[in-house]
Every structure is written in C-alpha cells, then in structure tokens.
C-alpha cells in the first residue's frame, strides 16, 4: 500500500471554461502548470491524473506520470467529488490522498510539501486548502466575522473568513471510505484543518474572467522583478525623498 497518492482531477467537459485544463495560459496548457510544480515537489511523486477522457492520458505520458480513467458516469456536470474520490481510492490503495486541482496554477512546490506536513502533523482527517479572507463578511444579510451592535471593527482586528480554494485537499483514506459506506459522503470527514494560500496562490480558475486575471499574472510573474520599484505621484516627493514614516 503505498503511504500517499497524489491527483490530479480533470473532466473533459467543464462548462464555464471550455475545456479548461486543455487552454493554453501564457503558451502552456493549465494542466501543466500544476504538473510540473508537482515533479519538483519532495512528497507528492506518486501522481495521477484523473480523468474520463484518453485525451489526458497522453497529457500524462507526456508528463511522465500515471492515468487514471475515470468512469464517465462520474465525470458530468452533476456529478461530486465524494463519489469519484470514493471511486479512486477503491481502485488504488493508498494510506492518504492528496487531491491537487489545475485550477490553481500558481501554487509552489513548497507550499504543497507543506500541506503535506501540515496535515501529517496535524490531528486532523481532512486538510482543505482556503484563502483567509479578513475583511467585513455578511452572509444572507447576517454579519458572520464581526458584529453590527457597536462600533465599525478594523479589519485587520477581524477573524478571517475561510473560503476554501481547494489548490490542496488531503484525506485519511480509511476514513473517507467508511464515512462514505455509511452516509454516502466523505469530502468533510473526521476532523478538518486548513492550510492557507497566500498571493498568487489563491487565484481559482473558475470562470472566464478567472482565466483572463491569470493571463496577466503568468505574463508578470515572467518579469525580472529585481527593479521593480513603487512609484507615487510628485505630491510625494518630500515625504520619499526624507524617507518620512508617515504611518499611524
């Protein structure tokens, strides 16, 4: 039984982005962006791609890493992550999995080494990868991170919001699959923790414009940012000039 499996998943038929891991961002299809960030990774060198078509079994040849076919009654728009997932680790024995999405290209190496630490030192089941949102938060007209009842909070005073991004997502696979066999579910079994992205790593390829944004950023982050300097309007000047701290 190997200790841990990584995958990657990829259906062929993704509605809101046309064959979404396929396009190519900045030259390079999206699948591969998260491909070859896993090659250089320490922990996850047992990769699959998981997926109902053949298309990205040549994906994987072509990457040097393993093909899962995926039943296409469990790659349509309708179907959930718990089933293939339950599926997968049916199929291929594992202590642990590791579910890394194309959606999120701009993750490091080390940052999914260390989700993988997070979660082995952890006394937790299921790690899931979020963003810490810390700003005023509202759900259905009800404040959820601060209160109306008194004076406007600071932001940065704010508990964060966790808005799961899935770039990582990490199961016990014993206990996805009993939880699963008994209530037909497993993506939030046991105890959860969460492991944050930070920058660039919390861009989700969702939608079109999620798709444009990242666009912009591969080209960016192809910069020699060594000069990269902030600039300000003249009205400035003195204060950068004096080099005046002005914060309070």
Known sequence: MKELITIIPARLGSKRVKLKSLRLLDGKPLIGYILETLKRTKYHQNIFINSDSELYEEIAKQYGVNFYKRDKLLATSESLIDDYLYDFMKQKSSNYLAVVN???????????????????????????????????????????????????????????????????????????????????????????????????????????????????????????????????????????????????
Request: negative net charge; hydrophobic residues 35%.
């Open 102 to 248: 194309p959606t999120s290209p701009f993750v490091s190496e080390d940052f999914l080494d260390n989700a993988w630490k997070a979660f082995k030192d952890a006394d937790c089941d299921t790690l899931l990868s979020c963003e810490n949102i810390q700003t005023h938060c509202f759900f259905r007209g009800k404040e959820i991170n601060f209160s109306t009842k008194g004076q406007h909070p600071r932001s940065q005073d704010l508990e964060p919001v966790q808005a799961l991004n899935f770039a990582i997502t990490i199961f016990d696979c014993n206990k996805y699959i009993k939880n699963y066999e008994k209530n037909k579910f497993g993506v939030y079994t046991g105890k959860l923790c969460f492991f944050p992205t930070e920058g660039v790593e919390c861009i989700d390829i969702d939608y079109e414009d999620d798709f444009i944004f990242a666009e912009f950023v591969s080209r960016f982050l192809k910069l020699d940012k060594t000069n990269f300097k902030p600039e300000y309007s003249g009205l400035a000047d003195s204060i950068i000039k004096n080099n005046m701290d002005v914060s309070n």
